[in-house]
């Protein structure tokens, strides 16, 4: 009988050592840090706000710039208090090291579909942009950043 209750001891004894033994190779139990979603999990962060996504084209830049046509996607977004459509461009860069080399390209890119350079608009959230002709309402824009905050994770 003895051998039966040394048992669970020895059970113990071992979920102790391998615990210690995961605390000294420095795995954490603690949650990841939340990456940059693909364009369907940003698709379903901006639909959380109630815009309407249609008309998506990937590699759809505004433009030509061969750079940018690799990392956007174009489509045409509405809801809220935004009542007209609106042909919007995101690109999506890989990290944060891609979107602060990049990021001024697209102001380059944008005289290609901008109509009103004092309207243009664009949200930025490493490693995301979004840009496109506004005015965009107050409401909508507003909608779209909260939307690009939670799909950028930390950003990197």
Known sequence: MPHRRSLPLAALALEVVLLTLIAACGISTAEPAPTPADFPG?????????????????????CQDPVLVQTSIGFTVSG????????????????REAY??????????????????????????S???LAGQGPWAPGFKAGLRAALEVAAGTGD
């Open 42 to 62: 940003i698709a379903t962060e901006i639909t959380k706000q109630q815009i309407l996504i249609r008309d998506i084209v990937s590699g759809d830049a505004g």
């Open 127 to 129: 490693p995301f942009v």
């Open 80 to 95: 809220l208090d935004q009542t007209k459509p609106v042909r919007t461009y995101l690109y999506i860069f890989r990290n």
């Open 100 to 125: 602060e080399r990049l990021r001024a390209t697209i102001d380059d890119c944008a005289r290609s579909f901008v109509t009103d350079p004092a309207t243009f608009e664009s949200i930025e959230q």
